[in-house]
């Protein structure tokens, strides 16, 4: 009964604010590098952030300084929280063990295919 679920998708203005959350229910991210992805239809899969067991973390470059990347004290829970959103920010938003989704071409559709995924939009 493994299982990640994201939440915290929602509609925002450009400028605002929201909090993705990636919960875990049958196991931690303990010894896992966990990931969010975005896709938004017709374009392609993006790693956004990453981060590892021990704390480390990576951004992609369009949202570096926008966007962070966090994980609860239990390695139940990984959070992205994103301010000054843009409309290109819009897609929707994955979460997932990085080791199982190297390759950047599949990861998105693979999650999809398994229901998974919140929604962000952000309007102009």
């Known amino acids: 009964e493994v299982q990640l679920v994201e939440s915290g998708g929602g509609s925002v203005q450009a400028g605002g604010s929201l909090r993705l959350s990636c919960t875990a229910f049958?196991?931690?991210?303990?010894?896992?590098?966990m990931g969010w992805y975005r896709q938004a239809p017709g374009y392609e899969c993006e790693l956004v952030s990453t981060i590892s067991s021990d704390g480390n973390t990576y951004y992609v470059d369009s949202v570096k300084g926008r966007f962070t990347i966090s994980q609860d004290n239990a390695k139940t829970t990984v959070y992205l929280q994103m301010n000054s959103l843009k409309p290109n920010d819009t897609a929707v938003y994955y979460c997932?063990?990085?080791?199982?989704?190297?390759?950047?071409?599949?990861?998105?559709?693979?999650?999809?295919?398994w229901g998974q995924g919140t929604l962000v939009t952000v309007s102009s």
């Open positions: 997932a063990a990085v080791a199982l989704y190297s390759d950047i071409n599949y990861a998105c559709t693979a999650l999809d295919a």
């Open positions: 049958g196991f931690t991210f303990d010894g896992s590098e």
